[in-house]
């Protein structure tokens, strides 16, 4: 039986399956339900505030404009959050539109906080979480979406100093220029690395270059010898994003790490 207390229970963009996804609400029930860590993703506006969002734009899904043109799947690229100051963004609503995937979520009026109100408003609550906060890069989008790696990466490690949350913070990410730009700029932040494809362990880390604190992989790729060499390796493993019953419970019976779910209130109820 593995001791399921050591879990590290994560906040998928707070608690997307409940409420607005990356949103003060949402991360504020996260903490009350139980979690340990918040994870969220964050971009940059064009006055370079590090705004919590899962895209450098506002998706069609759960945004709506405060302008004439509505917002679709066509057209929801033009609305990017690189060309916005931060209170144009914040006009947005991304709380109260039905989301498609998540019929329970309760609808709410929301904005995309900047990341020092999230940590503000988690403080003046009275909870101390970690935070697991992805850089949202993709180098095509580098100077259009977003700043370069190496811009965004230091607004992001500015932004987490500035908050005092370095020692309570995990930087994770696809990109790999990121994760080294973080070691080679703040070597005692911990560093995540996201994977989503079929390329094995020892490929991916040779691409890294170095040993990252923690390995993430989309839970459907994670098995026993996975796990086993995560931990050979002296890294922890944290899947995501594991949302049925059934495989919260497998995650957990392989000895994960950590396990990063839209639902907390199922984390809670099955591990805790």
């Keep these: 039986m593995n001791d399921y207390e050591k879990i590290d229970l994560q906040g998928h963009r707070g608690c997307r399956g409940l409420l607005p996804e990356n949103t003060i609400p949402a991360f504020l029930k996260a903490c009350e339900l139980g979690v340990n860590t918040l994870e969220m993703d964050v971009v940059i506006s064009v006055d370079g505030q590090v705004i919590v969002s899962h895209e450098p734009f506002f998706n ?8 004439e043109v509505p917002i679709t799947e066509e057209n929801e690229m033009e609305f990017k959050i690189y060309d916005m100051i931060t209170p144009t963004v914040q006009r947005f609503d991304v709380g109260l539109k039905p989301h498609p995937r998540f019929p329970e979520q309760e609808k709410i009026p929301a904005v ?31 100077d259009i979406l977003h700043p370069n790696a190496l811009s965004f990466t230091k607004l992001v490690l500015k932004a987490v100093k500035d908050l005092g949350i370095a020692d309570s913070t995990t930087i994770q990410c696809f990109d ?3 994760l080294q730009f973080v070691k080679d700029l703040e070597p005692d932040i911990k560093t995540v690395l996201l994977v989503e494809d079929d390329h094995d362990l020892d490929w991916h880390l040779k691409e890294l270059g170095f040993i990252p604190y923690a390995y993430s992989p989309e839970h459907v790729l994670v098995n026993q010898d996975l796990v086993d060499a995560c931990h050979e390796k002296g890294m922890k493993i944290i899947p995501w994003t594991v949302n049925e019953e059934q ?3 497998r995650m957990a019976d392989l000895g994960v790490d950590g396990i990063i779910s839209d639902y907390p209130d199922r984390l809670i109820k099955l591990l805790r």
């Design 60 to 67: 069609h899904e759960i945004s709506t404009s405060p302008f």
């Design 112 to 142: 995309k906080p900047v990341l020092r109100e999230v940590v503000d408003a988690i403080r003046a609550a009275g909870y101390h979480p970690f935070y697991n906060i992805e850089i949202k890069r993709k180098k095509e989008w580098d």
């Design 176 to 178: 790999h220029e990121c």
């Design 247 to 249: 495989d919260i419970l």
